[in-house]
């Protein structure tokens, strides 16, 4: 299998790109195209980057003569690449409907053109919007509720056209929230480690009992490695980690991990639209034969530990990256100094 995979020096796709070089070995090459934007660290992939059958692309989604470069060769393609910061996207930022939207298309043409034998189209479980009581089916409708999911389901559902329309061989996942190793440290997980292990302010929105479901990375990555094989072309897969919990109970157990005080928590202004509660049935991909096998304690201990030990990753991003340190003041600076120890009111 030549494999085209894009945003592969990202959090969730260079956990992918080192999962199928293992699981795969020779059997497989791939070609990584990444526009290395802020999100980006080409360190991610160090130890597999001079293997034979691994090649870097610098290059964007949205550049139909790049792509068409990139995927010369190839059979499948999995698109990764996104802009995938909520925060961020709510900050008015056009470049979520550049990539998670017109880069998708670009993506689908070249694809369409040449004929790849599979296209996974990595959309996410935010399509559906937020959930009371039960979990989404692959059959909820979609009621995406911030720029960044609506962009995402833009691309989700252009995805799926490209199948119905021209019978490209699409195959569209919809992942919960994703932990692990080579998160970059503006998300909840890894910012929470971070500034706990640097006693900071642990910023949690609302009253912190909004309910994501965490599965762990490398769960995510096996996923999408067997619906390259098992996965029916026109069909969308849930992929859960079935570890729901309340961004509270998340906060306690990473302080408890780090041995650090409950004191600093700080509960802040909460993000504007924010989904209370997702929760996916996973049940489809079961019964197609995978099930992520993680259990969140086992998965958040590694995460802690990956953290504490490669603090060489991670420093140079939150204490010398400019472009972090500003969306950082932007982001907290005003809701940590209208912080409180007890929880505000969900927004
Ligand atoms: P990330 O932000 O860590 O990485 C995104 C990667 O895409 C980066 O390497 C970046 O440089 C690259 N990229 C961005 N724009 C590009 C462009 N125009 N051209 C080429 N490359 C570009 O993201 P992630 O958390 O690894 O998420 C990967 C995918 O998984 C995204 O599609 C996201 O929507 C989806 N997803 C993420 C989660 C999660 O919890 N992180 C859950 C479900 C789905
Ligand atoms: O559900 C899948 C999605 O998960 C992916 O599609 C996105 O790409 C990914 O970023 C993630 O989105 P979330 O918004 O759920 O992740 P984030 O880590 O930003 O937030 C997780 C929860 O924690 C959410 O309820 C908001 C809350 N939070 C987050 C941050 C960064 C806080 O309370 N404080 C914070 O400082």
Redesign the pocket.
């Known amino acids: 299998m030549r494999l085209l995979v894009t945003g592969g020096c990202g959090f969730i796709g260079s956990n992918f790109i080192r999962h199928v070089l293992e699981s795969r070995g020779a059997g497989v090459s791939i070609v990584n195209l990444d526009k290395l934007t802020y999100a980006a660290n080409p360190a991610n992939l160090a130890d597999v980057a001079g293997r034979p059958n691994y090649r870097f692309v610098r290059g964007d989604i949205v550049d139909p003569d790049v792509v068409a470069m990139a995927m010369e060769g190839c059979d499948a393609v999995v698109n990764f690449a ?1 802009e ?4 961020r996207s709510l900050l008015g930022d056009a470049s979520f409907i550049e990539t998670d939207v017109r880069g998708v298309f670009v993506l689908l043409e070249e694809a369409r053109r040449r004929g790849v034998r599979r296209f996974v189209q990595i959309s ?3 399509v559906y919007g937020s959930i009371a009581r039960g979990s989404f089916t692959e059959e909820s409708p979609l009621n995406p509720r911030n720029p ?2 609506a962009s ?1 389901a833009g691309g989700d559902r252009l995805a799926y056209s490209y199948w119905a329309s021209y019978g490209v061989p699409v195959i569209i996942t919809r ?4 932990y692990g190793p080579y998160q970059y440290p ?4 890894p ?2 480690v971070t500034n706990a292990v640097d006693d900071l302010p ?5 009253d ?1 009992k ?1 309910v ?1 479901d965490w599965l762990f990375v490398r769960d995510h990555a096996a996923a999408v490695d067997f619906l390259l094989d098992a996965g029916v072309p026109g069909e969308t897969y849930n992929i859960a980690g079935g570890n729901e919990a309340e ?1 509270i109970a998340i906060t306690k157990r990473v302080l408890a991990e780090l041995g650090k005080p409950e004191g600093l928590i700080r509960f ?1 202004d909460d ?1 504007p639209g ?2 209370r509660r ?1 929760s996916l049935d996973a049940g489809k991909l079961a019964r197609l034969g995978f099930t992520a096998a993680t259990p969140f304690e086992r998965g958040l201990v590694e995460t802690v530990r990956w953290y504490r030990e490669r603090e060489d990753w991670w420093r140079p991003i939150k204490e010398r990256d400019a472009a972090y340190r500003e969306f950082y003041r932007t ?2 600076e005003q809701r940590l100094a209208t912080s409180s120890a007890t929880a505000k009111k969900p927004g």
């Open positions: 996104a995938t910061h909520v925060d996410t479980d935010e960044y999911a995402k992942a919960s929230n994703n503006e998300k909840l997980i910012l929470f642990l910023p949690l929105y609302g912190g909004n994501r961004n802040v993000r924010h989904d997702y982001q907290y």
